[in-house]
């Protein structure tokens, strides 16, 4: 208890430096207990974050990866991960491991889509206008295409100005004299002369150079959906319905869906009208600002998608609403476009109300067939044609891209996409080869083979699939299996299938595909690339991990097993730089304070010799002297270390009732939703207040040894 | 000379040709020469001198807050120089009350817990009969009503009265006191030389180092120190009066 008194009436005292180091220790308790607060909540929001939508609490791939698994790695995937080759004996070994709730199949890979060219799809619906001799559509949809082609000229036109025409390719110099031509009175008046091939010359001359045909990179994880819709706790189907069970199909994430399939500028009405709600004004916020200027000068996104019939309703409505009698679109439009932060609520809803209905506002719809161009393991380009089901969303988790970006397709398609030979390509494969009479080919060298150069020796050309397939890229609207059926022969260079009803086969195939529905063994009976594995409530990962890897060994599964946080790549190590950040802060802050206490103290030891040398003359043993000085030390952290920890929990509080604002798409991701709610712990308290009392009895050492060295007679030496 | 001890023919201190050197830079200054001496338990004995004979000497080597550079210096029976710290430290816990000349008070402690402090340092006495001996103690010394004043608050004389109450509460063999009187008024002075003599009755040694002649003539016997040797074994109190009135006309 003296001691106490002592220390208490020391730190009294000298009250300034007790208050500078009671100030820094105060500083470093409070941001040990917010700092721990955000990341054990950060730790936790991002294991619901990653373990809740796509990597579960572990992984699994093969154990002789070149590379490590990551499956948050962005677009780019040149991840080389093996292949996990009999999944159904992975699956089945390890749900027998305890605590293993589920393991779901997975392989992760980046696909394109064309999308969003309008003039394909009007020549889509002109053929078959002109096919049903449906004269009136015919006249509509030709108006449009003429339109489109003739602002499509303009385009070039002004393009071709602003170069040098010396400049200019030659390439170039012919496809601007194609949309010409296109676009010419004499093109359109010979038109009905030979309508298909004038069609065929726009859609492989003009349409390819179309104003918006996009090509949509989206990332994507082939997985047994069923599987991961009732074991993903985040998975929800927002559009649409889920793909059947054990049918072919893909589901958009429906953050993809809005920002890469919707329409442009719908998309920027709807980013401005959430961006609105946060807060921010068009008066002051560049962002806001951007996307009306992009919405004004690219109005041709809603002009070149208005045909004569649609196109004076839209006026109608605009005149209306702007109450302008002005007959020209452009300058209605311009008006309408011309949005700021007291009309913008009418504008969105009269928008939505009168324009949106004309417009394709999903480049994809709902139900349509894509056709997913991708690379397989090997390198070469395949497609697959996959119906689009729905959208989905991992709850919470609707703003970040680094789970809006995943996408999710069946199993036996992504098998297709990725090069692994399906059942049903060797069954398509065989009938193919009875047809044409067309040995197979060494399995190893298969893909390698058909897609050699022209000039090496080549065995067969067994990929009949991915020839189909490969016809259609870049059609992506909801009448694929007649779209086949009317597409452009084979590539050349295909010419053993020469004699092959391609179209017929294709049209048989896709339809015969897209209603077959698995059973579980030929899901599970094939290739992947990882494996997710959940595990049950309560169960420790470290355990599992162990656990799992074990029985892979046992097994000779030849699988490795990583934690959630290693599989998510860079995210999972997020956590480690938010730590490195606030343990570099704390060093910073503990060590000016270490600096700080041990110079202050061992100047007070020097100002109290004498009362130290008197209490060692009266008795005091040099470990008491230490104590004393410890006690002082102890004292000090304690109290400004609590009182730290308890403005710590304040501010904690306070974020808690608030809310931290996760400023991208990442911290959305980070923080499992658009908003974090810190939460503190008993523990967060006790680690600031041993640290702080760790560093203030560390930096006492010298001091008190310093103290203990201070002799009685010292005590003596001024009354000489 | 009133003699107020009964003190005993058993040596409770004893010097046996001790030396005492200190080293200033590369210059030796011896500070004791030869010293011997022995004092017996419940003397009651004054070491004077003039500044500088090395009376604080010493008191320090007796004290054992200082080690001889040669000789024998056997406390209670212990020699010092085969004693280490701690045990040095617990001889001068358990036999030994210092008073100072600048009393070395702790500040930050008010009287009752400066005079407590020894006490806590022994741990043998429960908090009940701790106290009741600090206040026997602060009452006799007349300084009870200051027993929660910081040193800072009292005057010179009630903080000598504090550094002797603290010299005296764990009831040690000797007391050695510097100069306890320097700062007292003669009223002051002569009350704590009847407390101590009181005390000396009772059997405690008591050994001064002083040239003050009210502290000197109450001494059972005078120490005369010289340039760091003893020049008088028992000298009179005239003695101490002529060498003090010879240092003060030098």
Known sequence: MILIRIALRNLRGHW???LIVGGLLFLGAALV????????????????????????????YAKDAKDKLTLFAGMTDGTEIGHVEDFAKVRQTLEAVPGVKAVIPMGTDVAMVYGGNVLDVKLDQLRAAE????????????????????LLAKDLDRMSDLRAVKNMSDETKQAIADVKQGGSDA??????????????????????????????????????????????ELFEVVDGTQVPKGQRGFLFNKLTYEETIKHRTARRFDKIRDRLAEGFTLKRDEDLQQWRKLNKDQMREITYQLDDRTEPMVRQFLQKHLDNSASAIEVLLAQFM???????????????AGIAPHLMLYSVKIGDVMTMKGFTSAGYPTTVNVKVYGTFRFKSLDKSMMAGGMNLIDLMSYRDLYGFLTADRKEELAKLQAQSGVKPPSHDRAEADLFADADDEVEELPRAATVVAANEVGKTNSEWPAAVAAAPAVESGFDEFAKVDMKASAKKYGEDLFGRVYAQPDIDGGVVR?????????????????????????????????????????????????????????????FTAMVIINNSTVLATMERTREIGALRAIGAQRSYIRKMFFVEGLVLALLFGSLGSAFGGLVVAFF??????????VFVFLFAGPRLYPTMSFTH???????????????????????????????????? | MTTAYAATETPIVKLVNVDKDYELGTVIVPALRDVSLSIAAGEFTVIAGPSGSGKTTLLNLIGCVDIATRGSVIIDGSDTKVLKDKQLTELRLRSLGFIFQSFNLVGVLDAFDNVEFPLLLQGKLSKADRRERVMVLLRQLGIEQYSHHRPGELSGGQRQRVAIARALVTEPRIVLADEPTANLDSKTGNSILDSMQELNARGTTFLFSTHDPRVVSRAGRVIRLVDGEIADHNATAEDVAQLAAAAHAA
């Open chain 1, 16 to 18: 300034v430096k007790g």
């Open chain 1, 656 to 665: 808690n009732a608030k809310g931290i604002a996760a400023f991208n798409d």
């Open chain 1, 187 to 232: 093109f359109w008046a010979s038109f009905d002369k030979d309508p298909f091939t004038a069609l065929e010359f726009l859609e492989n001359k003009v349409a390819p150079l179309g104003l918006n045909a996009d090509m949509i990179w989206f990332r994507y994880i082939g997985t047994d959906l069923d599987r991961f819709a009732s074991n993903f």
């Open chain 1, 685 to 720: 308290v006790v680690v600031a207040l041993v640290v702080v009392t760790v560093v203030t009895l560390f930096s006492t050492l010298y001091p008190a040894w310093l103290a203990t060295r201070v002799t009685p007679l010292q005590a003596m030496q001024d009354a000489e």
């Open chain 1, 131 to 150: 096919k049903g001799k449906d004269k009136d559509k015919s006249k509509v949809v030709r108006a449009h295409v003429r339109k489109m082609v003739g």
């Open chain 1, 33 to 60: 207990v917010v700092g721990l607060s955000l990341l054990s909540t950060i730790d936790r929001s991002m294991a619901k974050s990653i373990v809740g939508s796509v990597s579960g609490n572990l992984q699994v």
């Open chain 1, 338 to 352: 011309d949005i700021n932060d007291d009309n913008f609520g009418a504008r969105y809803t009269a928008f939505y």
């Open chain 1, 530 to 590: 990882n494996a997710a594995i959940l595990l049950h409530n309560g169960i420790d990962e470290r355990q599992a991990k162990l656990a799992v890897q074990k029985a892979c060994n046992d097994h000779k599964l030849g699988l490795q097993v990583m934690d959630w946080r290693e599989a998510s790549g860079m995210i999972g190590q997020f956590l480690f730089v938010i730590y490195a950040v606030l343990a570099g802060s704390l060093f910073i802050i503990f």
